[in-house]
């Protein structure tokens, strides 16, 4: 059995995706990031940098990983699927999750706080963080134009993209004109295992319908970045 600690978010949803399409057997744990459960001495005993999302393996002496690439890497290793063994193979995959590690995720991270969570609206922030994600958005229509997936097979490397760059009307970043990734999406979001791990620990695939919600999760949010 293996404990999910999680929230919400593209991170969270990169563990919880993986989990699914692996068919390992989890329990999800709220992490209520918003209330400061992140920075409790239980969590920082298992994540000493309290991010989510971090995973314990009670079936390797209760091992606890944390950072949602690595757990990724771990949960498909532990199983010898989606990561292949082979070096180049693994190379190939590995380059496309430090591709969102370092760069989808940190830059729509940020456009997220300046589009959406700062009280003032810098402009300027705004512009640069949204326009790098849209750089980084035609490099990978770039590269799907050639290739099915972001690597030979469908991967980790695949999961982790889609969990952040589907959610680029939440950062402000248009897709527009970008068929290639647009078929890549499509076909990641009907996969049944991706359609129950972002349900994981609860649904929030209205929130862009839903403006008092919308309100609700930026005032959270904005909590949440003092802490």
Same mark, same amino acid.
């Given at each position: 059995?293996?404990?999910?600690?999680? =929230? $919400?978010? $593209?991170? %969270?949803?990169?563990?919880?995706?993986?989990?699914?399409?692996?068919?390992?057997?989890?329990?999800?744990?709220?992490?209520?990031?918003?209330?400061?459960?992140?920075?409790? $001495?239980?969590?920082?005993?298992?994540?000493?940098?309290?991010?989510?999302?971090?995973?314990?393996?009670?079936?390797?002496?209760?091992?606890?990983?944390?950072?949602?690439?690595?757990?990724?890497?771990?949960?498909?290793?532990?199983?010898?699927?989606?990561? @292949?063994?082979?070096?180049? %193979?693994?190379?190939?995959?590995?380059?496309?999750?430090?591709?969102?590690?370092?760069?989808?995720? $940190?830059?729509?991270?940020? *456009?997220?706080?300046?589009?959406? +969570?700062?009280?003032?609206?810098?402009? @300027? =922030?705004?512009?640069? +963080?949204?326009?790098?994600?849209?750089?980084?958005?035609?490099?990978?229509?770039?590269?799907? *134009?050639?290739?099915?997936?972001?690597?030979?097979?469908?991967?980790?490397?695949?999961?982790?993209?889609?969990?952040?760059?589907?959610?680029?009307?939440?950062?402000?970043?248009?897709?527009?004109?970008? *068929?290639?990734?647009?078929?890549?999406?499509?076909?990641?979001?009907?996969?049944? %295992?991706?359609?129950?791990?972002?349900?994981? @620990?609860?649904?929030?695939?209205?929130?862009?319908?839903?403006?008092?919600?919308?309100?609700?999760?930026?005032?959270? *949010?904005?909590?949440?970045?003092?802490?």
């Amino acid at each position: 059995m293996i404990e999910l600690y999680t =929230a $919400p978010t $593209p991170n %969270g949803h990169k563990a919880s995706c993986v989990l699914e399409e692996l068919g390992l057997e989890y329990e999800a744990k709220l992490v209520n990031i918003s209330e400061g459960d992140q920075h409790t $001495p239980e969590f920082r005993a298992i994540n000493p940098n309290g991010r989510i999302p971090a995973i314990i393996d009670q079936d390797e002496g209760n091992l606890a990983v944390f950072e949602s690439g690595a757990i990724m890497i771990y949960l498909a290793e532990k199983t010898g699927r989606l990561l @292949p063994s082979d070096r180049a %193979g693994r190379a190939r995959v590995i380059q496309w999750l430090m591709f969102q590690m370092g760069g989808i995720g $940190p830059m729509m991270g940020q *456009a997220n706080v300046f589009f959406r +969570y700062f009280p003032e609206k810098l402009q @300027p =922030a705004i512009d640069r +963080y949204q326009n790098e994600c849209r750089r980084l958005f035609e490099v990978l229509d770039n590269h799907l *134009a050639d290739n099915e997936w972001l690597a030979d097979d469908y991967s980790i490397a695949d999961i982790a993209n889609w969990c952040w760059v589907r959610t680029y009307r939440w950062s402000g970043v248009s897709r527009d004109g970008l *068929a290639h990734l647009g078929r890549w999406l499509d076909v990641m979001k009907e996969k049944p %295992g991706l359609q129950k791990g972002i349900q994981v @620990p609860f649904s929030v695939e209205s929130l862009l319908e839903d403006e008092k919600a919308q309100e609700e999760f930026k005032k959270n *949010a904005r909590k949440s970045l003092q802490t």
